[in-house]
């Protein structure tokens, strides 16, 4: 029996990965440059595959700690004669590939189509057809339940999607879901929540508000909260993210599996912000301040409200819980863009 099949982590507390042959799509971008530097510091032999599409938060300068020791392959996972030849020989498949923006599945739906939906069958065509042996793991989102009707929103919710990548995410996830069980690929979802820290995408507000509220205090501006503020959410520092995805892919009695991250206690957005404020006050930015907004109708439309994840699943299958509370997190993640802010803030 593989040591895979009897418990989820190792001394290492998320798996062994060391001489492992890794294949991360979207690993360029926020999550995946940050499970790549994890992975080479575990001795894992790590392909990146980033299409580097302006806007979509792939980065060179991500894995600045590890260049020279992981190998890139800038590809679009839409292109199907590349993945297939990309899965070949890979122990381990993290699929982070995606286009994360709520606003932008409305405005060009098609695209989202592409990418999110469409794209993710193509690869796990690829993997059937050239690697049937491979891992995957999945990022999904939390976006896939809509508006909650009970709250914490555990894995048995009714998922009834407000937005377009919402329900192009879904279907993404159901494929892997399907492949594990018709297939045989070896196959488990995450459904990620509020995710933050280093190496976020920072150039835009598309892709959520945490990214751009962080922006928006460091540089001693005015911070736009639509509503009331008391919007509930839990935020994931994307270290405790890593983790679980490793420990996702560490264990095979994850797999066919769905899984929500989360964190607990949930802040409002108003708390966010003003805990935010606080940590940019500590390292010498004062004059960041916030407002109460109106919604605008097009982001009000699919505002799914309050939310908040029971993630009890898979703290009692895979042993995962986050470790970094907010403030600290928020500190970690003001000190490197303190320190990389160029690499980050100017345009594309």
Known sequence: MDARDSAPATASGVGDFTGRKVLITGGLGFIGSNLAIRLVEQGADVLLVDSLIPDYGGNLFNIEPIKGRVRVNIADVRDISGMNYLVRGQ???FNLAGQVSHIDSMNDPYTD????????????????????????VFASTRQVYGAPTYLPVDENHLLRPVDVNGINKMAGEWYHILYDHVYGIRAVSLRLTNTYGPRLLMKHNRQGFVAWFIRQAMDNQEIQIFGDGQQVRDMNYVDDVVDALLLAAAWDGANGGIFNLGNSPPVSLLQFVERLIQVCREHGMSEARYRLMPFPPEKKRIDIGHYYADYQKIRTVLGWEPKVPLEEGLRRTVQYYLQYRNHYWSPT
């Open 91 to 93: 122990d381990y498949l």
């Open 113 to 136: 189509l592409e990418i999110n939906c469409r794209a993710q069958l193509s690869i796990l065509e690829a993997c059937r057809h050239n690697n049937p042996g491979i891992k995957v």
